[in-house]
């Protein structure tokens, strides 16, 4: 079993839709959870951080965290077509930096 | 806000030799970080690399294919030594920036080897 698991996708939605990506994760040490974005030919960004369980909101993006069921998810909330692109979790045990473990990756389209 | 740039930005290179990519961050940073991508994949993680000491390779990496250099706080080397097909990817170099505690990437490396 791999360590982090996501959704493979691809997935394409209709501009305006709610979007939901999911990863899960085996490793119960994992307390610092990150969603990246990754743009075609770009290096990935930092979406959201989130330290333990709950929700963290910002703007369209909602970041949820469970660790009881290790499981997180990002929603995208009036999906554009600049949001294209492939979204990697990421989760780590000693830092947000450290040790960082990624999902394998969504790849979304957002359609005009 | 603070930028990490990598040189060269892509590169196709010969198998069997041997190519250096440089990252350079336009702050001091304590922890640099190296990551492969191959194609289609996620990222994994190659090494850390502290300035004053020696890098630390994660379980596959050795430091005689993935030697890494780190003379200073802004500014990490990793070479690609006696390259194969099998290294084409996109190499990553990261950071924290100073006073953050998230992790910030370069725009990358895409090397083939041919």
């Known amino acids: 079993q791999k360590e982090v698991e996501q959704d493979p996708g691809p997935l394409s939605v209709p501009e305006g839709a709610i979007v939901s990506l999911n990863c899960t994760y085996s490793?119960?040490?994992?307390?610092?959870f990150m969603w990246y974005r990754q743009y075609s030919r770009k290096g990935p960004e930092l979406l959201m951080y989130?330290?333990?369980?709950g929700n963290k909101e910002d703007g369209r993006f909602t970041a949820q965290v469970d660790k009881s069921s290790k499981y997180i998810s990002l929603f995208i909330r009036d999906s554009q077509p600049s949001d294209s692109a492939t979204y990697l979790c990421?989760?780590?045990?000693?830092?947000?930096?450290?040790?960082?473990?990624f999902g394998p990756g969504t790849s979304l389209s957002v359609i005009p | 806000s603070a930028v990490i740039s990598q040189k060269p930005s892509r590169d196709i290179c010969q198998r069997g030799t041997s190519l250096t990519i440089q990252c350079q961050v336009d702050?001091?940073?304590?922890?640099m970080f190296w990551y492969r991508q191959q194609p289609g994949q996620s990222l994994t993680l190659i090494a850390t690399?502290?300035?004053?000491?020696?890098?630390?390779?994660e379980s596959g990496f050795v430091i005689d294919k993935f030697p890494i250099s780190r003379p200073n706080l802004t500014f990490s080397t990793l070479t690609v030594s006696n390259m194969s097909p099998e290294d084409s990817s996109i190499y990553l170099c990261?950071?924290?920036?100073?006073?953050?505690?998230?992790?910030?990437f370069g725009p990358g490396t895409r090397l083939t080897v041919l």
């Open positions: 990261s950071a924290p920036l100073w006073g953050t505690d998230t992790q910030y």
């Open positions: 490793n119960s040490a994992f307390q610092y």
């Open positions: 989130t330290y333990s369980s």
């Open positions: 990421a989760m780590s045990a000693m830092t947000s930096y450290d040790k960082v473990i």
């Open positions: 702050s001091q940073v304590t922890m």
């Open positions: 690399a502290n300035q004053g000491s020696e890098a630390t390779y």
